[in-house]
């Protein structure tokens, strides 16, 4: 099973016959080029042409993150599974709007049953949350109403706004509350840890697409335009709340990130490596954690989860299947 990569050092990555290292002012470190699937550069890493080709060969990406965390963008290597035939049959679902509409409510659908599945997780664990599960369960009743994408947007909004106001309810810790949604900058720790959580669950799942016959660039729900990737947006919208915000509530119960781990800026609050490090072990381990999917049969990880999602996206553009978002049973 191949696996990510994370560089957290300032340096030079460079490749020497078939291995690739990284030098620092440490020193030289190889790194294990045959078991890796992705590069994940959070320090001043620079590279050449050499590099490039090179892993474009190996098949690994490389997604890059400023210093304060935030996504930068992610060397995308040639496609060795690229599908004329498939972004055809995107273009189409795309382009037609009732095609377009059917799978954006799949994935608002998705994202809100997952939504709700962690609330009443929550709930039955002593949480005082049957207000805020009425009301999303009210705002998703207008759902299968919406005749066009921009509604669909507005109403998956609400939820969400309503779920991120019970996430106070949630953690409980005068340090991480939320307060309201803020990005670039984030205004508090907890917006940090949503950012961070969310950036690399975007990458995570463009890397999967990668694996596919599935062109990141045409999206659903997320309108395809001049950004570069839109369809790990949407598959990301289901996946958010079980796996990002699940690990965010844990991680903060067990204190096992706390506000030592946060330092401010005048261009903004930023998550310390350590504290990065520590969600990104958390992260691979809830990714490798298995589970046994309804209608599966077998127990699969999270992160086989997430290409399983993008293979039955695949059925449903070909026609063998109608996609139905993945919603968490536990």
């Known amino acids: 099973m191949k696996k990510s990569l994370y560089i957290f050092s300032d340096g030079e990555l460079r490749r020497k016959d078939n291995t690739i290292y990284i030098e620092t002012s440490a020193g030289k470190r190889f790194l294990p080029v045959e078991d890796t699937k992705e590069i994940f550069a959070f320090g001043e890493?620079?590279?050449?042409?050499?590099?490039?080709?090179?892993?474009?060969?190996?098949?690994?990406?490389?997604?890059?993150?400023?210093?304060?965390?935030?996504?930068?963008?992610?060397?995308?290597?040639?496609e060795h599974l690229n599908s004329g035939y498939m972004i055809l049959k995107q273009a189409e679902h795309y382009q037609d709007q009732d095609k377009r509409l059917t799978l954006a409510r799949a994935f608002v659908w998705g994202a809100y049953r997952n939504i709700r599945q962690v609330l009443k997780y929550y709930q039955n664990r002593g949480r005082e949350?049957?207000?805020?599960?009425?009301?999303?369960?009210?705002?998703?009743?207008?759902?299968?109403?919406?005749?066009?994408?921009?509604?669909l947007m507005a109403i998956e909004g609400h939820i969400r706004d309503r779920y991120y106001k019970a996430?106070?309810?949630?953690?409980?810790?005068?340090?991480?509350?939320?307060l309201e949604r803020t990005r670039r900058p984030p205004k508090n720790n907890l917006n940090v840890l949503i950012s961070f959580g969310n950036s690399m669950i975007y990458t995570m799942i463009l890397s999967e697409i990668y694996k596919t016959h599935l062109d990141p660039r045409i999206?659903?729900?997320?309108?395809?335009n001049f950004r570069r990737?839109?369809?790990?947006?949407?598959?990301a919208e289901i996946f958010k709340p079980i796996i990002v915000d699940r690990l965010i509530f844990s991680l903060l119960d067990k204190n096992m990130i706390s506000k030592k781990d946060f330092e401010s800026q005048a261009e903004g609050l930023l998550l310390k490596d350590k504290?990065?490090?520590?969600?990104?072990?958390?992260?691979?381990?809830?990714?490798?954690?298995?589970?046994?999917?309804?209608?599966l049969g077998r127990k699969v990880s999270y992160r086989r989860?997430?290409?399983?999602?993008?293979?039955?996206?695949?059925?449903?553009?070909?026609?063998e299947?109608?996609?139905?978002?993945?919603?968490?049973?536990?």
């Open 167 to 178: 996430f106070d309810i949630i953690i409980n810790n005068k340090d991480f509350q939320f």
């Open 321 to 330: 299947q109608e996609y139905e978002p993945y919603i968490a049973s536990w």
């Open 229 to 235: 990737f839109t369809l790990n947006l949407d598959v």
């Open 45 to 78: 890493v620079t590279f050449n042409k050499s590099l490039v080709e090179f892993l474009s060969q190996k098949e690994i990406l490389i997604h890059y993150f400023n210093y304060f965390g935030y996504y930068m963008g992610t060397f995308y290597p040639r």
């Open 129 to 151: 949350l049957s207000d805020v599960i009425a009301a999303i369960e009210n705002e998703a009743q207008g759902i299968n109403d919406c005749r066009d994408v921009s509604q």
């Open 219 to 224: 999206g659903f729900l997320h309108a395809t």
């Open 305 to 319: 989860l997430l290409r399983l999602e993008l293979y039955k996206l695949e059925k449903h553009l070909m026609v």
């Open 275 to 295: 504290g990065k490090k520590t969600f990104i072990s958390e992260l691979d381990k809830k990714l490798e954690t298995t589970i046994k999917p309804k209608n």
